[in-house]
């Protein structure tokens, strides 16, 4: 199991104003969906994959964005606008293991940037956003 260090020490080169990183141990599927903006691209990084009986990678255990589909490699990211509908799959048996984490999009400008964070600070403070 991965312990609140290592995560920490994993993470800490990519933090952004999202500050949402988590793990994944997923059985399950999620269903087709889309994130609420473009102000950020997601990153999948596989770190535990299913592997089929001849120790290969499992073609039931991927991911599709947009019209493209990807079968997960341990180690190597996926990096996608998750504006795009999207969705995963686990048709094994087996756990699979994912890093989530948040990077601005790159086609938002830092002063962009910025402006949004102060945006969302504003909206938090007058309780628009935030609520439990």
């Given at each position: 199991m991965f312990g609140a260090v290592v995560c920490c020490k994993v993470v800490n080169p990519f933090r952004s104003?999202?500050?949402f990183v988590f793990f994944v141990f997923h059985l399950l599927d999620a269903q087709p969906h889309c994130g609420p903006m473009n102000l950020r691209l997601r990153i999948h990084l596989p770190l535990?994959?299913?592997r089929n009986s001849e120790g290969n990678l499992n073609a039931s255990c991927g991911i599709r964005v947009g019209g493209q589909v990807r079968e997960w490699e341990e180690g190597k990211?996926?990096?996608l606008d998750d504006a795009y509908?999207?969705?995963?799959?686990n048709k094994t048996s087996g756990e699979r293991v994912i890093l989530l984490f948040d990077i601005w999009h790159p086609?938002?400008?830092p002063d962009e940037r910025v402006r949004i964070v102060e945006m969302f600070r504003y909206a938090k403070d007058q309780g628009w956003i935030g609520k439990k």
């Open positions: 104003h999202y500050y535990l994959v299913p990211a996926i990096v509908e999207h969705e995963v799959w086609d938002v400008h």
